[in-house]
């Protein structure tokens, strides 16, 4: 939770000022608790359904977030050999791990490694491979249920000319390709995208699935996929979670009991992004454009979403701000500047103050001197998780908050990280 005391930012009883001293600009900062918090309203919302909840790990990678979101009894969705190492490393056991396939290579399929482990297929190229190389997996086929939605175009996974998912004219052949092999289909799922706000498409997804459920006798789960948004602006709704619960149970009830299956939703987003900022030192301030603008010690290196999809990230002033600034109080008329906010990669695009379409835009924010420390809010998922060192610039470290404490998660890089591997 974001609260000021004495105009000084706190995640969760901790001073922003008091971690940055610790640890450093830029750093990442999660409050386990707001995890704790998504994770106790998913197991509310789908508690009707047979249920296991999954993780998308995707989303924000880091063991000692991994292993938190574990004990809440989840599984995990691994898109590569690297997030299932992550995953087992994290105490994930093999058989509670999807490996969701995207343009895989006979490699990565045989980096897989554990046979327990479900293959989630994304094509019949990827089922004769699974079949040619001979692994004995478990196979689930991810559909493409012909229905997409998603924050920005980029992360629409199904419908039209997108790259996921079997058709569904082929669900049929996969059906066939699989049982003529004697081998079994044990999960179908669908992810139609990220960042998803009306729970009709994601409904729509969910009622084919069931319907070509009844074609497939030895089917033990059905994965609903992920994609459950989060306000991140003043004003944006909570995403109806018990609403999608309810929907979804209705119909999807009893044909799960009656067959004995699990149904698996595998959100990334809605489970971690409220729970992270990113804290960054302001380094600059001058006019340009007529515009005002402040430039800071972090660039879309570290948080590549406002460049990458013009995403909006609420931005604060850490070292001096007030309740009025904060994204649920937002009072734009009670803030003293209007502030382009860039970032320290050498390129024009680094921008954090953007619209959808790439406009550079101002925004309102509290008096903001160089020196302060701005917080980029919502930043826990898809944050550090898409970092680079573009630049040559160091990833920076990240810190768990959880009552009042304050662990180091991961640690700040050195340039020795910069050349490993290149001498
Ligand atoms: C297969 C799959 N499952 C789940 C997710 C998680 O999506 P979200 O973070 O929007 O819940 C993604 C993200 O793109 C995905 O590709």
Excluded at 96 to 115: K, N, Q, Y
Aim: charged letters at 25%.
């Amino acid at each position: 939770m974001l609260q000021y005391r004495s105009s000084i930012l706190h995640i969760n009883q901790v001073s922003a000022l008091d971690l940055v001293s610790r640890f450093g600009t830029p750093l990442y900062v999660y409050d386990a608790e707001a995890i704790d918090a998504q994770i106790a309203k998913i197991k509310r919302a789908f508690a009707a359904l047979p249920f296991r909840p999954f993780y998308a790990m995707k989303a924000n990678g880091n063991l000692s977030i991994l292993r938190l979101i574990r004990q809440h009894g989840f599984g995990c969705d691994a898109v590569s050999p690297g997030e299932i190492h992550l995953a087992r490393r994290a105490g994930f056991e093999p058989d509670e791990i999807w490996f969701t396939c995207s343009a895989v290579s006979d490699d990565d399929l045989r980096l897989v490694g554990d046979p327990r482990i479900v293959i989630n297929v994304n094509s019949v190229s990827e089922i004769e491979r699974c079949l040619s190389l001979d692994l004995p997996n478990p196979i689930a086929l991810r559909v493409n249920p012909d229905v997409g939605a998603g924050h920005h175009r980029d992360v629409v996974t199904a419908g039209g000319g997108v790259k996921f998912g079997i058709d569904l004219a082929e669900i049929e052949s996969a059906r066939m390709l699989v049982e003529d092999a004697r081998r079994k289909v044990v999960g179908l799922h669908a992810h139609i995208g990220s960042g998803v706000s009306d729970i009709a498409p994601l409904i729509d997804s969910a009622r084919t699935l069931l319907d070509l459920s009844t074609a497939f006798d030895e089917l033990r789960w059905i994965n609903f996929g992920g994609g459950m948004g989060v306000p991140y602006k003043p004003g944006d709704a909570e995403f109806p979670i018990d609403d999608y619960g309810r929907e979804l149970a209705a119909f999807a009830e009893p044909l799960l009991r009656s067959r004995g299956l699990t149904a698996i939703l595998e959100p990334g987003r809605y489970v971690v992004a409220s729970s992270g900022l990113l804290l960054s030192r302001v380094t600059t301030k001058r006019i340009s454009g007529g515009a005002e603008w402040i430039g800071c010690d972090t660039g879309f290196n570290h948080l590549a979403r406002p460049s990458k999809y013009g995403a909006y990230h609420h931005i604060l002033n850490a070292s001096a701000g007030s309740e009025a600034s904060l994204r649920d109080h937002f009072d734009a008329s009670k803030m003293d500047e209007e502030l382009v906010v860039s970032g320290n990669i050498c390129e024009s695009g680094d921008i954090f103050t953007r619209t959808v379409g790439g406009a550079v835009i101002t925004r309102p924010m509290e008096k903001t001197r160089v020196g302060d420390v701005i917080a980029f809010c919502e930043a826990g998922a898809y944050g550090f998780s898409m970092a680079s060192h573009y630049n040559a610039r160091l990833l920076p470290p990240e810190v768990l908050v959880r009552g009042g404490d304050a662990d180091l998660i991961r640690a700040r890089q050195t340039f020795e990280d910069l050349i490993r591997g290149m001498e």
